[in-house]
């Protein structure tokens, strides 16, 4: 499974995730920019590392994210860890790991994510009023 990494349908995938649209990507990017030529760059395999970086700064992605993510081979370690386990509570069986920390930690990583998506998403309203008030 030696196939390459698709840089475009990573930006589209981590972009649609923070719920961020074409044009306002565009818009981010800067006056050459369109909603057509963000959709054109969604469909290139390799992207130049440059302007990933550029679209990571915007999405604050880290660029390997665009370079390494693989929807199949995470899908592929997913099904195959639950797959072979019939009692998926024994993950923490035996283990030095507390299940209530693990639980913990995660809702703390959810709950700053969504503190981010919202500061974002009232970053982006405040862009688009003094778009408009021009």
């Known amino acids: 499974m030696n196939e390459k990494i698709h840089h475009g349908r990573n930006i589209k995938r981590f972009r649609e995730m923070m719920g961020i649209k074409q044009e306002s990507l565009a818009y981010e990017l800067g006056p050459d920019w369109s909603q057509k030529k963000v959709s054109l760059l969604e469909q290139k395999e390799e992207v130049e590392e440059g ?22 081979q995470a899908i592929n370690i997913i ?18 790991i507390n299940p209530v920390d693990q639980i913990i930690k995660l809702h703390e990583e959810k709950i700053a994510l969504y503190e981010r998506m919202l500061k974002e998403k009232d970053e982006m309203m405040e862009r688009l009023e003094k778009l408009l008030k021009k």
């Open 51 to 72: 302007l990933l970086r550029q679209v990571g700064e915007i999405l604050r992605i880290p660029v390997e994210a665009f370079q390494n993510f693989d929807e199949e």
């Open 79 to 96: 099904s195959n860890t639950f797959e072979h386990c019939n009692q998926p509570a024994s993950i923490f069986y035996n283990s030095s």
